[in-house]
């Protein structure tokens, strides 16, 4: 088995989450009393949630490549980033370090592709809903993405970071962004990613028709298949 190195901490209540998944998925495999081998590094997510609305993206790259090499050091075999925003640093995360970055895009890609999904819906923080980083990964594989209307961006970003990041699940909440997934569904998308790791605590795929795709879900499987040699 594979040592899994993640970055967490971003937020810590999507980490936990994470952590349960990957236990669950190798114990899920293997049986027994087998728990996933795991190298955690938490960061401090009000430093990195500064940064990012300061626009400085070059001071969280330099963070987590940091926080990423300490994970190599450790004795990880290959790394995930655990939150959907913060690959916007992938590329010069990968680079810091020696061992492969399994991508939460590309994993998230090839389960849609496998389920014949071309046209998706995409709820993230406006980060990941409206600049490329994120978009470009499910567009060149030839999926086309929606993504809310601005009032609705603003409400699902605020969202995020006002409640979700700090373990608030409201109701209130929960009904809008299944408004809003309903208007994605209006406009065209046959499924919604939840694109952010934390939007699952909030909406699970019984509170709606529409096909959702947990990105925390799918990384994390992906995680215990690479980890397991099954890829």
């Not at 940064?51 to 990423?68: F, P, R, S």
């Not at 980033?81 to 991508?103: R, S, W, Y």
């Not at 594989?141 to 970071?161: F, K, S, T």
Request: negative net charge; proline residues 3%; aromatic residues 6%.
């Amino acid at each position: 088995m594979k040592t899994i190195g993640l970055l967490g901490g971003m937020s810590w209540e999507s980490s936990q989450s994470y952590y349960r998944l990957l236990n669950e998925g190798i114990k899920s495999r293997l049986g027994g009393l087998h728990s996933a081998r795991v190298i955690l590094y938490s960061v401090d997510f009000a430093e990195i949630e500064a940064l990012q609305h300061q626009g400085d993206w070059e001071a969280t790259a330099n963070i987590l490549a940091k926080a990423a090499r300490s994970t190599e050091a450790a004795g990880a075999d290959f790394l995930m980033i655990g939150t959907n925003t913060m690959h916007k640093v992938a590329p010069e995360i990968a680079e810091a370090i020696n061992i492969p970055l399994l991508h939460i895009a590309d994993a998230t890609v090839r389960v849609l592709k496998n389920d014949g999904i071309s046209r998706v819906g995409l709820l993230g923080t406006r980060f990941t809903m409206e600049q490329a980083f994120y978009r470009c990964r499910l567009e060149q594989a030839g999926i086309e993405v929606l993504v809310p209307h601005e009032a609705e961006r603003n409400d699902i970003h605020r969202i995020i970071y006002e409640e979700l990041c700090q373990g608030q699940i409201l109701p209130s909440s929960r009904d809008n962004y299944l408004a809003t997934v309903d208007s994605l569904a209006q406009r065209g998308a046959q499924a919604v990613i939840l694109g952010c790791t934390e939007i699952g605590l909030l909406v699970r795929p019984p509170d709606t028709s529409v096909p959702l795709y947990d990105t925390t879900e799918i990384h994390a499987d992906a995680a215990v298949r690479l980890a397991l040699g099954e890829v």
